[in-house]
């Protein structure tokens, strides 16, 4: 490797030192990563204060960053990368739609029953939420663990409101379908909202001028022994940010019937309802693992 490198044989120059990595794979990401990054520093003709830029950005997301708040995440969310990833790996058309993650996921949720309500004690509409998961021939899964989580009627997940609700978990858990492949909850109903704009990435959408805002859905990520992992998000049809989605993860295979129902009827679970609520039903299609 010279020391006289220049613009043109820098790249070749940096590619040239991952040549004895023993991890194949490791090696054909990071060639390629350096070509790419080299290439776009290139084509841009990089400032050195707009590195330094771009550097202060990413040391300030880091900081951010925490075990209820994901600033990495919503930074790849917000650039579609998150999307994208999710496209390459799961565009197969054998199951239920795969969407993004999103960085409001926490794995200390409790487990929860069928037919539990599981909105913590928070306010609002109630919502009665049933679920079937089958394979691709339409048998049921028994067994198959059920994450589930949503924010607020005012569009806030529990993990904001961390002082308000003493650190307790709300309006998520952890479920498992039964031999009918079904499960269900009590909750209430969600809201859209902004993703966090507080934050290094809302400095990115404030200069870009764009719209902070997320379609009101409910999360779910299912696993089960002889199937894919699927993670994915039902949507409000009539949700005025269905189109324009922040994180471009919202699909019309996605959207569901958010039905309205009147003080005085009887809930799925057999309650007779003194207060208006809402009922969504939806059948997931999981796919087999591959071998």
């Not at 993703?195 to 805002?213: F, H, K, N, Q, W």
């Not at 859905?217 to 089960?224: E, G, L, P, Q, S």
């Not at 569901?256 to 969504?280: I, L, R």
Request: hydrophobic share 35%; proline share 6%; with cysteine.
């Amino acid at each position: 490797m010279s020391i006289d490198l220049t613009e043109e044989t820098i790249t070749a120059a940096v590619q040239e030192t991952f040549e004895g990595c023993p991890d194949e794979r490791m090696r054909t990401v990071f060639v390629m990563l350096v070509q790419h990054l080299h290439d776009f520093a290139r084509e841009v003709r990089l400032t050195s204060e707009e590195w330094f830029t771009a550097v202060d950005f990413l040391e300030r997301v880091g900081r951010i960053c925490g075990p209820t708040r994901q600033e990495f995440v919503l930074l790849s969310d917000i650039l579609g990368l998150s999307v994208l990833v999710d496209q390459i790996n799961h565009g197969n058309g054998s199951a239920t739609d795969s969407t993004l993650l999103g960085p409001f996921y926490v794995e200390g949720r409790p487990r929860a029953e069928n037919g539990a309500d599981i909105s913590g004690g928070v306010p609002g509409m109630p919502l009665f939420f049933t679920g079937t998961v089958v394979d691709a021939e339409g048998r049921p899964v028994a067994g198959a663990d059920v994450d589930t989580w949503h924010s607020d009627s005012e569009g806030f997940y529990d993990v904001q409101q961390q002082d308000q609700l003493h650190g307790e978990p709300a309006m998520r858990a952890l479920l498992s379908t039964d031999d009918e492949g079904r499960f269900s909850y009590r909750s209430i109903v969600p809201r859209y909202y902004p993703v966090p704009t507080d934050g290094p990435c809302g400095e990115i959408l404030r200069a870009a001028g764009r719209s902070p805002m997320r379609p009101e859905h409910i999360h779910f990520w299912f696993h089960a022994k002889g199937f894919d992992p699927l993670v994915t998000m039902l949507f409000r049809g009539d949700d005025p940010y269905l189109e324009r989605d922040a994180v471009f993860g919202a699909k019309r295979s996605l959207v569901a019937d958010f039905v309205q129902h009147e003080s005085g009827e009887t809930a799925p679970d057999g309650t007779a309802m003194t207060e208006p609520f809402q009922t969504v039903e939806w059948t997931f299609t999981l796919a087999a693992a591959q071998e």
